[in-house]
């Protein structure tokens, strides 16, 4: 299983930024797929998940309605477009795969492998 994570980088607050993520060695269109983020001196946090077929999508209260997850099972490719961003979303963004096929879960301990991360900055 292989994720690699891109997109990120610096933003000014309000600004906005595209996340991408390609998986690799697992069928990436049988699994529910989330974002979370680790930020400076905290533990992670669960951020997002969209279900296997992209038909239903899911947010933590922090981000709901600035960030959109969506997926392309064609490409194999999980993406996360974050707007309006507040420097309180600086964090090192990571695309998760659950341990087991099917619905998507907000625990982070119910997840087997994840990125290197990439990192999002918002400061003017």
């Known amino acids: 299983v292989q994720l690699v994570e891109s997109g990120g980088g610096l933003a000014q607050p309000g600004g906005s930024l595209r996340l991408s993520c390609a998986a690799s060695?697992?069928?990436?269109?049988?699994?529910?797929m989330s974002w979370a983020r680790q930020a400076p001196g905290k533990g992670p946090e669960w951020v997002a998940g969209i279900v296997s077929d992209g038909t239903n999508t899911y947010y933590a209260d922090s981000v709901m309605g600035r960030f959109t997850i969506s997926r392309d099972n064609a490409k194999n490719t999980l993406y996360l477009q974050l707007n309006s961003l507040k420097p309180e979303d600086t964090a090192l963004y990571y695309c998760?795969?659950?341990?087991?096929?099917?619905?998507?879960?907000?625990?982070?301990?119910?997840?087997?492998?994840w990125g290197q991360g990439t990192q999002v900055t918002v400061s003017s």
């Open positions: 998760a795969k659950p341990k087991k096929a099917g619905k998507v879960v907000t625990s982070i301990h119910e997840y087997d492998y």
């Open positions: 060695g697992f069928t990436f269109s049988s699994y529910g």
